[in-house]
Nanobody, 113 residues
Framework: QVRFVESGGESVQPGQSVTLSCVGP????????MAWYRQGPGEQRELVAR??????PHYTRFSGRFTIRRDNAKNTMTLHMRGMHPVDTAVYYC????????WGQGTQVTVSS
């Protein structure tokens, strides 16, 4: 039972930008703080950024390169990432914050030259 669907992942070169999108059911989306997470190869899943229902963003260590936004009317959330580095290679997921137990498929972002 997938709650959220992520899209927009692609292969890019270092320095380029990527924008990810997430859509989910309105009852869950509009009642919760939402977040983007990522899991790199051989790494644990980590929080990238979160955003309150009112749209206030909070970044962990990616402020300045990443921008998180949400549109409650459309039940969507985006993550714009610029200045991509190879270490940003990961599967990116969206979920509530704190995260629920059900995860989507994620969307793969690969950064390489």
């Amino acid at each position: 039972q997938v709650r959220f669907v992520e899209s927009g992942g692609e292969s890019v070169q270092p320095g380029q930008s990527v924008t990810l999108s997430c859509v989910g059911p309105s009852d869950i989306f509009n009642a919760n703080e939402m977040a983007w997470y990522r899991q790199g190869p051989g790494e644990q899943r980590e929080l990238v950024a979160r955003i309150s229902v009112e749209g206030r963003p909070h970044y962990t260590r990616f402020s300045g390169r990443f921008t998180i936004r949400r549109d409650n009317a459309k039940n969507t959330m985006t993550l714009h990432m610029r200045g991509m580095h190879p270490v940003d290679t990961a599967v990116y997921y969206c979920n509530t914050f704190p995260a629920g137990t059900i995860w989507g498929q994620g969307t793969q972002v690969t950064v390489s030259s």
